[in-house]
Nanobody, 121 residues
Framework: EVQLQASGGGEVQPGGSLRLSCAAS????????MGWFRQAPGKEREGVAC???????YYADSVKDRFTISRDNAKNTVYLQMNGLKREDTSVYYC???????????????WGQGTQVTVSS
């Protein structure tokens, strides 16, 4: 059974940091690109960052220079380090797996359950 278990969300003040993790199982992790997406109420799901199987990375302009995506293939885990968080980063964050890296959610095959990130004072 394919599983993507996201964790690490929580509440943080503006300017703070969080590190999200997504543990994968049930497929060959090393063969897949991984992505982080977010969706807030009333908004479309948007790509945040993605990383290819050979660790090329791509970021949305809104998070570039603040967020870093990485992967540890030995642990079948992808991470999203989020620094300098802003109120507009508040969302449910989802991890996903697909054959090619993309910030378009429709190309991904597997999805996790999401983890809530709240940035507030």
């Amino acid at each position: 059974e394919v599983q993507l278990q996201a964790s690490g969300g929580g509440e943080v003040q503006p300017g703070g940091s969080l590190r999200l993790s997504c543990a994968a199982s049930g497929f060959t992790f090393d063969d897949y690109a991984m992505g982080w997406f977010r969706q807030a109420p009333g908004k479309e799901r948007e790509g945040v960052a993605c990383i290819s199987f050979n660790e090329h990375t791509y970021y949305a302009d809104s998070v570039k220079d603040r967020f870093t995506i990485s992967r540890d293939n030995a642990k079948n885990t992808v991470y999203l380090q989020m620094n300098g968080l802003k109120r507009e980063d508040t969302s449910v964050y989802y991890c996903a797996a697909g054959y090619f890296p993309s910030l378009e959610p429709q190309v991904y095959d597997y999805w996790g359950q999401g983890t809530q990130v709240t940035v507030s004072s």
